[in-house]
Nanobody, 122 residues
Framework: QLQLVESGGGAVQPGGSLRLSCAASGHNFDYYAIGWFRQAPGKEREGVVCFSSHDGSTSYSDSVKGRFTFARDSAKKTVYLQMDSLNSEDTGVYYC???????????????WGKGTLVNVSA
């Protein structure tokens, strides 16, 4: 299994940007699907981005499509989430997670990071 550590969260004003990073350790990084999830205060965790290790495709939830961009650096075993045009509804704890050779991302991921907090407020 991969071990995952997120970073890059913080406070930002509406309309601003943040870039989250998720550094992985372990073997066979390229064979893992990677997902970004978030949990807003008082709400259930939801998936926002999923990178498929089957075909290399990336899917976004409707709530972030066009504003968030996923990137992956295999040499560094790191994935990124560029978040632009942030609004208050993007506030929450952001988690990255990995699942061995998967096409989609759900709560049954194999590994989870501890999360990084994003707070969008004026």
């Amino acid at each position: 299994q991969l071990q995952l550590v997120e970073s890059g969260g913080g406070a930002v004003q509406p309309g601003g940007s943040l870039r989250l990073s998720c550094a992985a350790s372990g073997h066979n990084f390229d064979y893992y699907a990677i997902g970004w999830f978030r949990q807003a205060p008082g709400k259930e965790r939801e998936g926002v981005v999923c990178f498929s290790s089957h075909d290399g495709s990336t899917s976004y939830s409707d709530s972030v499509k066009g504003r968030f961009t996923f990137a992956r650096d295999s040499a560094k075993k790191t994935v990124y989430l560029q978040m632009d045009s942030l609004n208050s509804e993007d506030t929450g704890v952001y988690y990255c997670a990995a699942k061995w050779y998967a096409h989609s991302c759900h709560e049954d991921m194999d590994s989870w990071g501890k999360g990084t907090l994003v707070n969008v407020s004026a």
